[in-house]
């Protein structure tokens, strides 16, 4: 088949090279423009672009898909089937309606749970233990079009929003090409969801990766794993603004303190206090310097129990 795809982040790279190193033909890529990034502000093109320029591919960057120039493009293209992925804009009706064999979608969760731009970092939030990738005939809601195929995975314990994401990407992928084969020989039947079992899972903001010492442990480890690396869990130790890239609930039976309290430093991390429980930081990074353990971290910046 003659594949237009549409991808932007680095999820949707292992279905392109699927794709890529399969018998169909991609025509082409749609990705978002590039973007200014970083301390610099240059711009960086995105992680599709950056495989679709590796080898040659007509690359197409549209402010809004939705403009009559892109869906004209489109139209010249003619492709057989569109497949998304992590894309990043949602698509009209117009270019919907082009492809003989319709549009693919490859979404990180089982459907209808976690409808939504950032199903892994719900998963990881809400402690589920297992999550996978479905494939869909998109329509014009958000994620609501009829499923084609799905396949679970199992999340594992120290698995964090990168992990569990570079995961499912691979499956993904796998799945893309079986979904494929099987609209071309016509062995599969499309099914409608059910509405009444969605949830959704937008866009994650900075200031919900704060953490708030007043949740459970078990929950505050779950928020820090959802968001590492993207957007980040944040916090304040002692007055000292700190990033945390990995924690876990501590084994500390006492009860002394308030959340957010210092309860222990040793070589292991820094015990904190938290509403139910306590969590031990095992990795963190203070504002403009580098990565480290947390016992380093103390040590440097003499973190110290909270008297009781």
Wanted: charged share 25%.
């Amino acid at each position: 088949m003659r594949i237009l795809f549409m991808g932007t982040a680095e999820f949707a790279v292992p279905s392109l090279k699927a794709l890529l190193a399969s018998e169909h033909q991609v025509i082409g890529v749609v990705t978002q423009p590039d973007r200014p990034a970083g301390r610099g502000r240059q711009l960086r093109i995105s992680p599709v672009k950056g495989v679709a320029a590796e080898v040659g591919l007509p690359v197409y960057q549209p402010e809004r898909v939705r403009s009559e120039e892109f869906i004209g493009l489109v139209r010249e293209l003619n492709p057989d089937i569109n497949v998304v992925a992590a894309f990043g804009q949602i698509i009209p009706k117009a270019i919907l309606d082009i492809p003989k064999f319709g549009n693919v979608n490859v979404h990180g969760s089982i459907l209808p749970k976690y409808r939504g731009a950032a199903p892994v970092h719900y998963a990881l939030f809400n402690g589920e233990t297992v999550t996978g990738v479905t494939t869909m005939l998109m329509n014009t809601g958000l994620d609501t079009g009829p499923i084609l195929q799905q396949r679970g995975i199992e999340i594992q314990a120290d698995d964090n929003e990168a992990t569990l994401e570079s995961r499912l990407a691979d499956v993904g992928a796998e799945l893309l090409i079986e979904t494929l084969e099987a609209i071309e020989k016509g062995l599969v039947t499309p099914m409608p969801q059910d509405d009444l079992l969605a949830t959704y899972s937008p866009s994650v903001k900075r200031e919900e990766c704060e953490i708030a010492w007043a949740r459970s442990a078990r929950d505050i480890v779950n928020r820090v794993r959802g968001c590492t690396p993207r957007p980040g869990a944040h916090t304040v130790i002692q007055d000292i603004p700190i990033k945390v890239w990995s924690c876990s609930v501590a084994d500390h039976a006492d009860s002394e303190g308030s959340p957010g309290d210092v309860l222990m430093v040793d070589s292991d991390g820094i015990v904190v206090r938290a509403g139910d429980g306590a969590v031990l930081l095992t990795e963190v990074q203070p504002a403009n310097r580098k990565r480290m353990a947390a016992g380093e971290f103390a040590r440097g910046y003499q973190i110290k129990k909270v008297s009781s």
